[in-house]
C-alpha cells in the first residue's frame, strides 16, 4: 500500500495503533501508546517553505539507544577521487558482475561498489554513482546515508526495500528515492544489480516544465511513497545499524529492530516511481529537443538552471520527424554523461552497451552514435517508427567534472577496452562540387 504525490505532507499510522499520531501537536507529554516522538529534518530548520522537509516519526524506543559506532571495512564504497590519474576517455562497462551465492553471499551492503563521482561529503556538495551486486537479503543490519541522497534504479532483481516509513517493493524499470538519514534495510530474491546516484546536500525535486505547462513528464501523482508499517522485535543477537558516513561506513549495534515506528507524518519520505509512468515529450516536426526533455527527477545546483546531477530516461516512445537524422546527435557536454541501460538495446549503439553494463562520457569528451548506427540512420526512410520499444536507457548528468575509482577504472575487470572503435569506422561523406548527398 502506497500514498500518492511528490513531496506531500503525508500522515501514517500502522493500523494495529489507531490514533497514533498525537492530534493537534508534535510533542504530547506524553505519546499515544507510550511512544517516542522523533523529528527527521532533511533541511536546516530555517529553510524557505517549499524546500523544508522534515518527518516526525513516533517509534517505540528512539534511534539514539545504540552502542557507540564503530568502523566497518568495505573496500569498495569509497570517495577518494585521486585514486588513479584522471582518465578524458570515453569508457564503457560490460555488465558487472553478480557474485554467485553458492561462492560468496554478498548483501546490499557488502555488494555497493563505486564508480565515479565529485565533490565533497564534508562541503554538502558533489555526486558519487554506485553500482550494487548482491545475492543475499540484509538480515538484521540496516543501513542509511548520513552522506546524501540514494536514488536506486535497479536492474536485475526485485528489491523489497524496509524502512523506517514503511515496506517499498522496487522492480527494474521502477526507482525508488531514500533520502538522507533514512534507514533501510533490502531484501533480495537471487541475483541483484542495480544503479545508485547519490547526491550530498540537495534533494531530488520534479523539474520545472516551463512553457510545457502544468502537466507531463513525471506527473506527481505517479511518486509512491509507503505507509507506516512497524515490528516491536528484539535482537538479543544485535542488530547493527551502519551508517555512510563521511564517505566510509560505521556500523552501531542495539538490539532491537530500528523499524519500530508506529505512525509518522511530514514531507521528508521515501517514495518510487514507475518509469512506465513517465509521459514523454519530443518533436513532432523536425530536429531533436535535447535530452533535458526526458528529465525525471533534478538535483539542483546553486546556479540557475544547473543540475549537480539530473535523473534522465529514455523510454519507448514514437519517432515522427521528418528530413532528420533521428538517432541521439553527436555532442561534446560541459556536462558529464553516465549511462546505464535497464533493460533492451540502446538505440545510439546497437550491441556493445548492455544491461546491466554502464559508459561515461565526461566532460567535453565527444560521443554519439557508432559508425553502423550513423549509416543506417541516413539511409533510412523515415516513417512514424517506435523507437527503443521493450528498452529503459538512462543517464546520470552531472555539471561536476567526475573521477573515476580504482574499482571503476581496475578492479571491477569489466571496461571494455576497445570502446574507441565503434566510432573508428566513421568515414567521410564530403563531396565537395555535390551539395545534395543520398547516403
Ligand atoms: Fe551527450
Known sequence: TYMSGFGNEFSSEDPRCPGALPEGQNNPQVCPYGLYAEQLSGSAFTCPRASNKRSWLYRILPSVRHKPFQALEQKHLTHNWDEVEPDPNQLRWKPFHIPKAEEKKVDFVEGLHTVCGAGDVRSRNGIAIHIYTCNTSMTDRCFYSSDGDFLIAPQKGNLLIVTEFGKI????????????????????????????????????????????????????????????????????????????????????????????????????????????????????????????????????????????????????????????????????NCMSE??????????????????????????????????????????????PERVAAGTMAFMFESSLSMAVTRWGIETCSRLDKEYYRCWESLRSHFRPGQKTVTM
Not at 341 to 364: R, T, V
Request: glycine fraction near 10%; hydrophobic fraction near 40%.
Open 169 to 332: 517493493l522496487v522492480e527494474p524499470n521502477e526507482i525508488c528515492v531514500i533520502q538522507q538519514g533514512m534507514r533501510f534495510s533490502v531484501e533480495v530474491f537471487g541475483e541483484t544489480r542495480g544503479y545508485i546516484l547519490e547526491v550530498f546536500g540537495v534533494h531530488f525535486e520534479l523539474p520545472d516544465l516551463g512553457p510545457i505547462g502544468a502537466n507531463g513528464l513525471a506527473n506527481p501523482r505517479d511518486f509512491l511513497t509507503p505507509v507506516a508499517w512497524y515490528e516491536e522485535r528484539t535482537v538479543p543477537g544485535g542488530y547493527s545499524v551502519i551508517s555512510k558516513y563521511q564517505g566510509k561506513l560505521f556500523v552501531s549495534v542495539q538490539d532491537f529492530s530500528p523499524f519500530n515506528v508506529v505512525a509518522w507524518h511530514g514531507n521528508y519520505a521515501p517514495y518510487k516511481y514507475n518509469l512506465e509512468n513517465f509521459m514523454v515529450i519530443n518533436s513532432v516536426a523536425f530536429d531533436h529537443a535535447d535530452p533535458s526533455i526526458f528529465t525525471v527527477l533534478t538535483a539542483k545546483s546553486l546556479r540557475p538552471g544547473v543540475a549537480i546531477a539530473d535523473f534522465v530516461i529514455f523510454p519507448p516512445r514514437w519517432g515522427v520527424a521528418n528530413k532528420t537524422f533521428r538517432p541521439p546527435y553527436y555532442h561534446r
Open 338 to 383: 553516465f549511462m546505464g541501460l535497464i533493460k533492451g538495446h540502446y538505440e545510439a549503439k546497437e550491441g556493445g552497451f548492455q544491461p546491466g553494463g554502464g559508459s561515461l562520457h565526461s566532460a567535453m569528451t565527444p560521443h554519439g552514435p557508432d559508425a553502423e548506427c550513423f549509416e543506417k540512420a541516413s539511409a533510412a526512410k523515415l516513417e
